[in-house]
């Protein structure tokens, strides 16, 4: 097998980017710790505890076997020339490179779906039901997939053929074209998707009239908190987890309540939850979080301009002939170290967020250990990992670990008392 200098640095790239991340999942399945905190004792009983440590070793494992067959299967590919074997058969189809770029990306993510789909199946079916989350049916399984698909045909193949358009007629200001594109459409499918596209997973229905809702709508007023109404959601249709959100922007914000949360929560601890989201939008967090991936986009768009149509890189995936679409895909590999760097920043600032809107929900509506309890609630609902190894926080936890969520709680009204 004849290597350059391109074969051996995305080989490298794939190998150490493996080896980081199952190296950071070792260390965590083997960091937990055994003896059930202070702080949880009256909400975990032992076995349950013993429990949650077991579904996190589970599907670290799991993860770790998946992330070693895809690692193995992108090895192959790429040395093998499958990406070539791909680009064949797109340009046997002869209908301009748009439409070429449009098939070989379909053959690419078609052989990436097929690839996870046992292991989704193994996660949703065997896994998620052994420790009793599962609720989605083979039915809505299946569904969710052919949905998804949709979605890729319909938003998807638009988007790419204008970047193929616009990086053939365009010119060097091509990436810059893109980006602004890009930018514009992110923030249109930030309207639409509350309205159009996710109620094609989920049904959405008004809160009903009731204390819950009285307190919502009291505590975002006494904030001005503007929004388009208080909706609940079927989340019960494919998980006993338990979450919250709010989608939308300016008026048309909602706020959105699973169903098992409501179950699981009194109307304090929920009011605590909404009032820690609506932090996040008071403080900015929102807008800051919009322009940090615009200006990644863009770094993106910018270093990708450089190596699209770079033949070392083509000759390192064996491909006989060099495109735009085939060099948007490519580029992929060249650009992980840097999406992991992005990401590792991006999850700081994220776990700084938390903080802060925790502190938020605290200051303004005043019953802190109502935020204390929903947040040993959810824990415990979700079975999730209460002494994750500092590692795997810097590497991939959004949210801090609960314990030091409730340690920030405690100590923030202990300055104020």
């Not at 699973?258 to 109307?267: A, G, K, R």
């Not at 590792?344 to 809107?357: D, G, P, V």
Request: charged share 20%; net charge positive.
């Amino acid at each position: 097998m004849t290597m350059n200098v391109y074969t051996v640095l995305i080989i490298g790239i794939l190998t150490l980017s493996y080896l980081l991340q199952i190296t950071a999942d070792i260390i965590n399945a083997h960091h937990m710790d055994t003896h059930l905190p202070d702080e949880f004792k009256g909400y975990y009983d032992e076995d349950t505890y013993r429990q949650s440590q077991k579904y996190n070793r589970e599907t670290t494992q799991f993860g770790v076997i998946r992330q070693t067959v895809v690692f193995v299967a992108a090895i192959v590919f790429v040395v093998t020339g499958g990406f070539n074997m791909a680009d064949h058969i797109a340009r046997s189809i002869g209908h301009g490179n748009i439409v070429t770029g449009l098939v070989f990306t379909g053959i690419l993510l078609l052989l990436s779906g097929l690839l996870e789909l046992p292991f989704s199946i193994y996660s949703t079916f065997i896994i998620e039901a052994k420790y009793g989350f599962n609720r989605t049916t083979p039915k809505t399984f299946i569904l969710d997939i052919l949905k998804i698909c949709l979605l890729i045909v319909v938003i998807g193949c638009p988007v790419l053929a204008a970047i193929l358009w616009f990086f053939e007629r365009t010119g060097q200001w091509a990436w810059v074209i893109c980006w602004i594109s890009i930018t514009v459409f992110q923030i249109l499918v930030m309207f639409v998707a509350p309205v159009i596209i996710m109620p094609l997973f989920n049904r959405f229905e008004p809160l009903e009239d009731g204390p819950l809702k009285k307190a919502i709508k009291d505590y975002a007023d006494s904030q001005g908190f503007k929004m388009k109404g208080i909706f609940k959601m079927d989340g019960s249709k494919r998980s006993t987890k338990t979450n919250a959100f709010f989608t939308g922007f300016g008026k048309f914000r909602r706020i959105v309540l699973f169903d098992t949360l409501i179950d699981q929560h009194s109307v304090d601890e929920l009011v605590s939850i909404l009032a820690h989201e609506m932090g996040h939008y008071k403080m900015g967090h929102i807008a800051k979080n919009l322009i940090l991936s615009f200006l990644s986009t863009g770094l993106m768009f910018f270093l990708m301009s450089l190596f699209i149509n770079n033949r070392g890189m083509f000759n390192a995936f064996k491909m006989d002939h060099t495109s735009i679409y085939a060099g948007l895909i490519l580029f992929g590999f060249l650009y992980i170290p840097v999406d992991r760097l992005i990401a590792i920043l991006t999850n700081m600032i994220s776990r700084a967020h938390e903080y802060a809107a925790d502190a938020y929900a605290v200051k303004t509506f005043k019953k802190p250990e109502a935020m204390i309890t929903a947040l040993k609630k959810l824990a415990v609902k979700n079975l999730a990992d209460l002494s994750p190894h500092p590692f795997k926080v810097i590497l991939d936890y959004t949210h801090p670990p609960v314990l030091y969520r409730i340690n920030a709680i405690r100590k923030l009204t202990d300055r104020a008392a």
